[in-house]
């Protein structure tokens, strides 16, 4: 999600925000009060309607009444208060099927009521073109730093299909164990589409052959 989130308060000037929007190039603009809690959202379309006045002469001529009244001042009156926003810890795979199933561009993120980010299409789409060496390594520290243990780990990733292989030791717990907190903890990991977590293996036992990193053997290199 994009943490920098440039937003507007109830009673900014709904000119004011049409210029952010037009410069900034935003199709919407969070709204949040005084304690950056979110009370609503406006959209391009909100801030269009009823801000071109009509012709008098023209609904004249069609039998209209001339009258104009003043449009909305404030964003308050155009916002729209009913805003759909995910929470902080939500899912991406939530947040991408609320953008296929609502037709949604973008929401907000909050964090107990208060706006913490926004989300948007792009921002998803940026997870599916990360390459397996980017999600490798972000996996591989996360995986060391939960653990404590370094050099240790193989792990690979192919397509977004991550592997993960102790290679030595054991878990200061079960395996059972082990394994589940390692699949929780690769999931978070943007790119990463499936995980699958192999029994440890010591590379003092494994036969005749020696043990050699998974990532090795799928990119073909021989010991």
């Known amino acids: 999600m994009t943490r920098?989130?440039?937003?507007?308060?109830?009673?900014?000037?709904?000119?004011?925000?049409?210029?952010?929007?037009?410069?900034r190039g935003f199709?919407?603009?969070?709204?949040?009060?005084?304690?950056?809690?979110?009370?609503?959202?406006?959209?391009?379309?909100?801030?269009?309607?009823?801000?071109?006045?009509?012709?008098?002469?023209?609904?004249?001529?069609?039998?209209?009444?001339?009258?104009?009244?003043?449009?909305?001042?404030?964003?308050?009156?155009v916002m729209t208060r009913d805003v759909r926003a995910v929470d902080v810890t939500a899912d991406v795979a939530d947040v991408a099927r609320l953008f296929v199933d609502q037709g949604l561009r973008s929401v907000p993120v909050t964090d107990g009521g208060r706006l913490v980010g926004i989300v948007s299409r792009r921002d998803l789409l940026s997870l599916l073109v990360r390459s397996d060496d980017d999600v490798r390594r972000e996996l591989l520290r996360l995986v060391e730093g939960y653990t404590g243990e370094l050099d240790v780990w193989d792990v690979a990733v192919r397509d977004g299909a991550a592997t993960i292989r102790r290679l030595r030791g054991g878990p200061q717990g079960s395996e059972e164990v082990e394994r589940r907190a390692l699949t929780a903890l690769a999931l978070t990991v943007g790119g990463v589409a499936d995980v699958r977590v192999l029994p440890p293996q010591d590379a003092g036992t494994a036969g005749d052959e020696p043990v050699r990193p998974l990532s090795d053997r799928a990119a073909g290199v021989r010991p």
């Open 27 to 77: 199709a919407a603009l969070p709204v949040v009060d005084a304690d950056d809690r979110l009370v609503g959202i406006v959209a391009e379309a909100d801030l269009l309607r009823s801000r071109i006045p009509e012709d008098p002469r023209l609904h004249l001529r069609r039998g209209g009444d001339p009258g104009v009244e003043p449009p909305p001042a404030l964003v308050h009156e």
């Open 4 to 23: 920098e989130v440039v937003t507007v308060g109830p009673h900014t000037a709904v000119r004011y925000a049409a210029e952010v929007m037009a410069a």
